[in-house]
C-alpha cells in the first residue's frame, strides 16, 4: 500500500532563517505531488504541484520555492522566511490526470517567529 | 475558475443527532466533488467522492452526501453523530479533464464539535 510522510512535524523558525520541509511517498511511481498551506480559518491553498522529476508549477506567488529531485521526494524551501509562512503545511500525492483523489500526508506546523 | 462555499464555519450538534454540513460550489460543468475530513493537527482524510452516477454516494463512517446539480450543492449528511465525528470537514471540487494535476480547490472548512 501506499504511505506518505512529512518531516519535520513541528518546526518554530526565525524571521529571516532558510526553511527545508520534505515528503517522500512510497508504495507508487510517478506520482503527482502537491504542497498545501493551511492557515487558519482560511481552508487549504494549494502552493506547488509536481507531475514529474524536476517539473514544479507554482499556483501563487509568494516567498517558497518547491523542489522534486526524485521521483516521490517533494521539497518546500525558503531562502528567508517571513512571519506570514506560518502555517500548516500539507503534502499530497495522486496518481494519474485529472481530479483524481488526493492523500495528504500528516502536516508539518512551521512557526515564524 | 472554480469556487467552493461551505457557509457554516462551526455547527455543535449533540451525540446521536443527525448532522448535515452544507457545501455549494461554482463551476462551469460538472466537477467532481470531495468530502474531507481533519483531526487537530493532522491530514487530511478522504470520507467521499462523487465522480458520476448515483447522486447519492456513502463514504466511510457512516457518512454520505447528495450531489444536487440544480442548487450546486454536495451537502454531507450523517443520521446519528458519533463523538469520535468531532473534528474539521472540508469540500473541494475539481475539474474535470484537466490533464495534469488534480488540482483541488477546497472550502474554508466547517469545524464540528459534539456534545455528549
Known amino acids: 500500500s501506499q504511505t506518505i510522510h512529512q518531516w519535520p512535524a513541528t518546526l518554530v523558525q526565525p524571521v529571516g532563517s532558510p526553511l527545508s520541509l520534505e515528503c517522500t511517498v512510497e508504495?507508487?511511481?510517478?506520482?503527482?505531488l502537491y504542497w498545501y498551506r493551511q492557515a487558519a480559518g482560511r481552508g487549504l491553498q494549494l502552493l506547488f504541484y509536481s507531475i514529474g522529476i524536476g517539473q514544479i508549477s507554482s499556483e501563487v506567488p509568494q516567498n517558497l520555492s518547491a523542489s522534486r529531485p526524485q521521483d516521490r521526494q517533494f521539497i518546500l524551501s525558503s531562502k528567508k522566511l517571513l512571519l506570514s509562512d506560518s502555517g500548516f503545511y500539507l503534502c499530497?500525492?495522486?496518481?494519474?490526470?485529472?481530479?483524481?483523489?488526493?492523500?495528504f500526508g500528516a502536516g508539518s506546523r512551521l512557526t515564524v517567529l | 475558475a472554480q469556487s467552493v462555499t461551505q457557509p457554516d464555519i462551526h455547527i455543535t450538534v449533540s451525540e446521536g443527532a443527525s448532522l448535515e454540513l452544507r457545501c455549494n460550489y461554482s463551476?462551469?460543468?460538472?466537477?467532481?466533488l470531495f468530502w474531507y475530513v481533519q483531526s487537530p493537527g493532522q491530514g487530511l482524510q478522504l470520507l467521499l467522492k462523487y465522480f458520476s452516477g448515483d447522486t447519492l454516494v456513502q463514504g466511510i463512517k457512516g457518512f454520505e452526501a447528495e450531489f444536487k446539480r440544480s442548487q450546486s450543492s454536495f451537502n454531507l449528511r450523517k443520521p446519528s453523530v458519533h463523538w469520535s465525528d468531532a473534528a474539521e470537514y472540508f469540500c473541494?471540487?475539481?475539474?474535470?479533464?484537466?490533464?495534469?494535476?488534480?488540482?483541488?480547490?477546497f472550502g474554508t472548512g466547517t469545524r464540528l464539535q459534539v456534545t455528549l
Open positions: 499530497a500525492w495522486s496518481k494519474g490526470f485529472g481530479a483524481n483523489v488526493l492523500t
Open positions: 473541494a471540487v475539481g475539474a474535470r479533464n484537466t490533464g495534469t494535476a488534480s488540482k483541488l480547490t
Open positions: 508504495g507508487t511511481s510517478n506520482p503527482n
Open positions: 463551476y462551469g460543468a460538472t466537477p467532481y
